[in-house]
């Protein structure tokens, strides 16, 4: 019995996330956004090229928003002006330019 409702409860677990995952995007998202900051800064400073790391988005986001989210994410981070980061520095800063341009969309809706 203690088996059964153990597996019950994993599966509930298990499942509520990812039914929560397919609601929203990734785009409409700041902690995600800061989160995949990190996650190519991190590739730029292990020296993965800017082809690269637009493969791998491909390879992984297919929702259409979620990869235009991800590419311009990219684009700002291997852009010839902008400063190296450390994947805590974009983390930061993308979730607060996301949070600061949420804000402004807020009051026009």
Known sequence: MKRVVVSALLALCLAQ?????VAQTVS?????IGDIAAQVASWRAHKKTKAQALEQAAKYYKDDADLQAVNAI???????DAPRMTPDQASMAFTSDCV???????PAQ
Do not use: G, N
Not at 28 to 32: G, T, W, Y
């Open 17 to 21: 996330p990812a039914a929560q995952a």
């Open 100 to 106: 600061t341009r949420q804000k402004k969309q807020a």
């Open 74 to 80: 990219i684009e700002k981070i291997y852009s010839a």
């Open 28 to 32: 409409e998202q700041c902690f995600a």
